[in-house]
């Protein structure tokens, strides 16, 4: 049987380090994300928003996504190329992903100024 993990039996550990190394920046922009699913070869274009950023990754919203989702292309306003990228979870509106290259940090700071103004 596995031992548990709670926060009470661990209490005489060492803490251990942070996981995260890059800091997230709050994003709430809107982007295009090509998907691809696992075992398929086409990919489809679904309309998102970017809520969070950083350095190797990111996290999506939509209600659009489909299931058991594996690479994924985003259309950045702001930067020229698109982004490619691993989902490493997924729930049912939201993705995170992985970037396959670290993006500049003064990118990742223009992107995350990006603010969208409500049409009244």
């Known amino acids: ?6 926060l009470l039996t661990r209490s005489g550990e060492a803490p251990r380090e942070t ?11 809107p ?8 075992e398929r070869e086409e990919q489809v274009s679904i309309p998102c928003w970017l809520i969070n950023l ?3 990754g990111c996290l999506l919203s939509s209600d659009h996504f489909p299931r058991k989702i594996d690479d994924v292309m985003l259309t950045i306003p702001g930067i ?3 982004v490619r990228g691993k ?7 939201t993705i995170n992903v992985r970037f396959a290259k670290l993006l500049r940090v003064e990118t990742v700071d223009m ?10």
């Open 54 to 56: 950083c350095e190797d």
């Open 111 to 120: 992107v995350a100024r990006i603010k969208t103004i409500p049409k009244p």
């Open 87 to 93: 989902a490493r979870a997924q729930g049912k509106f």
């Open 80 to 82: 020229s190329s698109p």
């Open 31 to 38: 982007v295009i994300a090509r998907v691809r699913q696992r």
């Open 1 to 6: 049987m596995k031992p548990k993990n709670y």
């Open 19 to 29: 996981r995260r190394v890059y800091p997230r920046r709050d994003a709430n922009c």
